[in-house]
Every structure is written in C-alpha cells, then in structure tokens.
C-alpha cells in the first residue's frame, strides 16, 4: 500500500464557496455552544460516494467536459444544482443538507480522503475505522470513548445502530448496539430463564443484564417504533430517528455510528444514485429532528472510505478513485460555509491522472470534532489516531 503526498490544511486553505460570508435571509447568526454533554454521531457511506456527483465544482473550467453526463445544470436552471456560494453545487436530491447548510449548520469539505492507498473497499474502510495506516483490532471512535466521564451504570458511551457493530466502535470501550427487528420478541418468562441459568457465570452472567436493562431502556425511549419493521427503502432513516431519539434522551449515548450503502456505482451511476442520496438526505433530517434540543450540541460526521475516478466509465458510471466529499452538520457546527484547498481537474493536477487529487486528510476532521466537539484532551486524540502526529486537527468547525 502506498502513501501518496497529501498536503496538509493549513494557511492555504481557502473558502470554496461564498455561502461562509453573506448574510442569507433565514440564516441563524447565533454562534453559541448549548450547554450540556456533546453528542457526535458519525455516518459511514460505504461503496465509495462519488463527491464530484454529490458537490458539484460547476464552476470549474474543466469539470463539464471532464463529467460528460454526470454533470448537472447549474444553480437556477431546471433540475439544476442547490447553490452553495457561487462555484459549487449540492446535488439536488440532497436538499435537508441544503437547507442546514443555510442555516449555517453544515461544512461541506472537498479533495478529501485519507492517507491510504487503495482501491480495494474492504481495506479501504477497514483503515478509515481504524483511524490508522493499518488495520487495528479497535475502532477510533472506541479508543475515544476511553476517554470521556463514564456513563451511569448499566449504560454505554457509544451506541452502535445496525445489525452489527463497526470495526469503528469496536474495542475495550463498552458499546451498545440497537436494530428494530418487527415485532417479535422473546417472551419474558424465557428471558428471566436464561438469566437465571448463567446467573453465576462471571462472563456471561453480567453482560446478559447489562443487555437486558439496555434493552429495556431502549423500548421504553423509543416506545413502539422500537418494534416498527422499516418500510423497503426507508431503513436508513428508521436508523438515524432511533438514533436521535436515543441520544436525546437525558442520560442517552454520547457517541452513535450507524452507516448506509449502495455507493458503488459502476454504471449508469445518474439513475443509481438518486435513491441512496435521497435516503442520505431524509436519514440526515430524520436525525435533527429526533434529536430535538438536543441538535443544537451535536455534531455529525458523514464520511467515505475514498472517492471516484474524475472520467466517466464506459457504462457511464465511475471507478474506485481517491478523493472525495465529507460533511460535518449539526447544531454545534459552525457551518454554512465549504472548506478544503481545491486542486483543480486540469489533467495535470489529476492524481495518478484519474482521481480528485486529496489535499485535506479525513483524519483532521476527525480530530478536529474529539478536540473541539468532546473536548478531549490531545494525549487521548492522539491514542484515538495513533501516529498521526503530522495531522493536525481541524480547527473553526464548532460554535465558540
């Protein structure tokens, strides 16, 4: 596996659209942090969302050209792009993120990617989990949870939404995990059975309460939603409301992940996309608006493991590429703004004279949330993203 030069994001990045310094109508001007415990979720797009087709560089004199038909009419033209300041452009299915972005809750960050090296999806999102340049046993997000004030007792720090856990909050930290599974359940004459056998096993015996009162705490946060089967199509945003709901409950989680595919566009990528995007987009509202309050002191990571090829494919779709798109929202946010040091797409700026070529390590996002975000402390950012010592964590995301 390679490492390629990945300049890091200091003086020279710039402010890639002109949303950051207009005073929109509508747009809240209130930079205040909320008082009480920070919550951070982080979304993992898995596939490899193509971030030129999602934000747009319109303005860009070779992008029409270089995307042929996954170029999109410009901001105010019919089925056109959502303008965010003059140069770039969300793609219209992701409106929620437009709205938030006006409303000066949402960073929108280009040429991103990691220090990694691959086009394989599996290494590739292994390394954006691990927060490392090599597979770890352990997740980022899980080494950090080592490090904020313990929950109450029986509760976990992180909270895990899906079928599984991700390798991203997989470690020594205790995390729980929530999927609505329709309407079966065991009955409780069973439930109290199997606790009484293994009662005395000291493994065992411990983590099947801490399971039961978990589960218990989640029927009565969520009430009958818990127990709703997701409607074909709709799970992501299913997942992102329990989510909310869960974490704005008083003594809920302080950390959440949960992820959505179907990234991985090969061909005819224009008719694919819109479904994912589109759930992305209601998922992402879906979670603000379960959060309640408690949006206003949360901040969300939504990020890939790597971007497509800058050409469009013979079967106009796109390849495994390397930089890409990554967004930051919330209440917490210091948003309405885009952020990154654009490289440009004239062919000699391409990387490896195919891909976007990554100018902000995704690690300083990261980085940049457990300093400023949860406020932790550099010894356990730095354990949290082991030899990453060159990668500065990015600065200006959260209110002051």
Do not use: C
Request: aromatic letters at 6%; proline letters at 8%; charged letters at 20%.
């Amino acid at each position: 596996m390679n490492k390629a030069h990945l300049p890091a994001l200091g003086r020279r990045a710039l402010l890639l659209g002109l949303g950051a310094s207009l005073a929109l109508p509508g747009v809240r001007l209130a930079f205040a942090q909320a008082p009480g415990p920070a919550r951070l979720v982080v979304v993992l797009l898995r596939g490899g969302l193509d971030g030129l087709y999602a934000v747009q560089p319109y303005a860009d004199p070779d992008f029409t050209e270089l995307r042929g038909p996954l170029a999109l009419p410009e901001p105010g033209r019919e089925d056109g792009l959502l303008d965010l300041g003059g140069r770039f452009g969300l793609h219209p299915r992701l409106s929620g993120i437009h709205a938030m972005f006006r409303e000066n809750e949402a960073l929108i960050l280009h040429a991103v990617a990691g220090p990694w090296r691959t086009r394989s999806h599996f290494d590739a999102q292994d390394l954006l989990e691990s927060g490392a340049e090599q597979r770890l046993a352990s997740g980022w997000l899980n080494r950090a949870l080592a490090a904020l004030p313990p929950p109450p007792a029986g509760r976990a720090a992180g909270l895990a939404i899906g079928t599984t856990t991700p390798l991203l909050l997989r470690g020594r930290a205790r995390v729980d995990n929530f999927m609505p599974r329709g309407v079966a359940e065991l009955p409780p004459d069973l439930m109290a059975r199997i606790l009484d056998l293994n009662a005395r096993d000291r493994a065992l015996g411990p983590s099947l309460r801490d399971g039961v009162r978990a589960r218990g705490y989640v029927l009565e946060t969520l009430g009958e939603a818990a127990r709703q089967r997701p409607a074909p199509g709709g799970q992501f945003a299913v997942l992102a409301k329990a989510a909310g709901q869960l974490m704005a409950a008083p003594q809920g989680p302080s950390v959440a992940a949960f992820e959505l595919g179907g990234w991985d566009t090969h061909a005819q990528q224009a008719a694919r996309l819109n479904a994912p995007l589109a759930q992305m987009d209601e998922g992402l509202v879906a979670l603000k608006q379960a959060l309640g309050d408690v949006w206003r002191r949360t901040a969300v990571l939504v990020v890939t493991e790597f971007g497509r090829t800058a050409r469009v494919n013979g079967t106009l779709g796109t390849d495994h590429g390397t930089g890409g798109a990554a967004f930051i929202l919330g209440g917490a946010v210091q948003g309405g703004r885009m952020l990154g040091d654009w490289p440009g797409l004239a062919p000699a700026k391409l990387f490896q004279n195919r891909d976007l070529w990554p100018t902000t390590d995704i690690r300083s996002l990261a980085k940049g949330l457990l300093r400023d975000h949860l406020r932790l402390p550099r010894a356990a950012v730095d354990a949290a993203f082991p030899n990453s010592g060159e990668t500065a964590p990015l600065g200006g995301i959260i209110r002051v």
